[in-house]
Nanobody, 125 residues
């Protein structure tokens, strides 16, 4: 069982940076970890994912080059560094985990077993 708690959201101006954190209660070194977001009235969408060994990362096209996902397994924590924030980045951001033993589409939220409660990010112009 893995419990995830996100933090670091807030209200910022366009062009600013934020770093989100996702703290896990259990050992997550063998889990692939993803970040998703959901804006009002929209479906939950993929943002970024990092493989269990930290060797591979993938990003949504609209955050590529602005966001960076990383993990510190010693601290059981995954981070999402968000730079050059835009109004359209406004959403609730969720952390998710899935065992690396499962063969799933890591861009699909339906493939993940564990979710945090989310943290609000609001970007004003």
């Amino acid at each position: 069982q893995v419990e995830l708690v996100e933090s670091g959201g807030g209200l910022v101006q366009a062009g600013s940076s934020l770093r989100l954190s996702c703290a896990a209660s259990g050992r997550t070194f063998s889990y692939d970890m993803g970040w998703f977001r959901q804006a009002p009235g929209k479906d939950r969408e993929f943002v970024a994912v990092i493989r269990w060994n930290g060797g591979r990362t993938w990003y949504a096209d609209d955050v590529q080059g602005r966001f960076m996902i990383s993990r510190d397994d010693a601290k059981n924590t995954v981070y999402l560094q968000m730079n050059s924030l835009k109004r359209e980045d406004t959403a609730v951001y969720y952390c998710a985990a899935v065992s690396s033993q499962k063969s799933v589409n890591l861009r699909n939220p339906g493939g993940y077993d564990y979710w945090g409660q989310g943290t609000q990010v609001t970007v004003s112009s």
